[in-house]
């Protein structure tokens, strides 16, 4: 399938600061664009998504930015928590049928007290 | 509600043996799907279903088969096991025929020997 690529692979910020995880997608066609987060251990978990005709949206301390022209979207989690560390994956629509995803291979995030 | 049932949640196989994982979900969601995740992979589509008695293959559709005879239920079959199947297992839904909003099972942690 066509490829989603996620940077960095892992990502350490303390306590209060922003941590920003970006992703690029190779697919014209995609128009669907949610990110997960996995605890260790536990079922990813949708956090937030993004269609194509928005360029942004926020719920609460996270955001989500989108960039159609450019193919890239990235996830923006403002005053970090030590609750927010885990695996955040990006993933997009596959196509134009809408029925499958393609997932980033996820970054680890780490917020230190 | 149960939301996305897997069981079991551990398995282990011999090379060559074959199984069934079972996936159900009791919240009359269309779309059922089936992904594998291997470390530093994300998660990858094997297959999936927008309704009862339609499926579809994914990315990584080999060695394994699916059927959806009810809205329910979306078992997962390995046909003969091989050790590059040894992977953690989920199974997710969503409400409509698209991939939007997944809610996932808890996951198989599969090792075949």
């Known amino acids: 399938g066509e490829n989603v690529e996620q940077h960095p692979s892992t990502l350490s910020v303390q306590e209060g600061d922003s941590a920003v995880i970006k992703c690029t997608y190779s697919?014209?066609?995609?128009?669907?664009f949610p990110w997960y987060k996995q605890e260790l251990g536990k079922r990813p978990q949708l956090i937030i998504d993004?269609?194509?005709?928005?360029g942004e949206k926020k719920d609460q301390r996270i955001a989500v930015t989108l960039n159609k022209t450019a193919k890239h979207f990235s996830l923006h989690i403002t005053e970090t928590q030590p609750e927010d560390s885990a695996v955040y994956f990006c993933?997009?629509?596959?196509?134009?049928?809408?029925?499958?995803?393609?997932f980033g291979k996820g970054t680890s995030l780490l917020v230190t007290p | 509600n149960a939301g996305v049932t897997q069981t079991p949640k551990f398995q282990v196989l011999k090379t060559g043996q074959s199984m069934t994982l079972q996936c159900a979900q009791d919240?009359?969601?269309?779309?059922m799907s089936w992904y594998r995740q291997d470390p530093g992979m994300g998660l990858r589509l094997i297959h999936y279903?927008?309704?009862?008695?339609?499926?579809d293959q994914g990315e990584v559709p080999n060695g394994y088969n699916v059927s959806r005879s009810t809205t329910e239920d979306f078992p997962l079959r390995l046909l003969s096991a091989a050790p590059s199947q040894t992977s953690v297992y989920f199974c997710?839904?969503?409400?409509?025929?698209?991939?939007?909003?997944?809610?996932f099972g808890s996951g198989t942690q599969l090792s075949v020997l």
């Open positions: 997710a839904s969503s409400i409509g025929t698209a991939n939007e909003k997944l809610f």
């Open positions: 993004i269609r194509s005709n928005v």
């Open positions: 697919d014209s066609a995609s128009n669907y």
């Open positions: 993933a997009a629509s596959m196509g134009n049928s809408g029925y499958a995803l393609n």
């Open positions: 919240m009359n969601h269309e779309y």
């Open positions: 279903s927008v309704g009862a008695g339609i499926t």
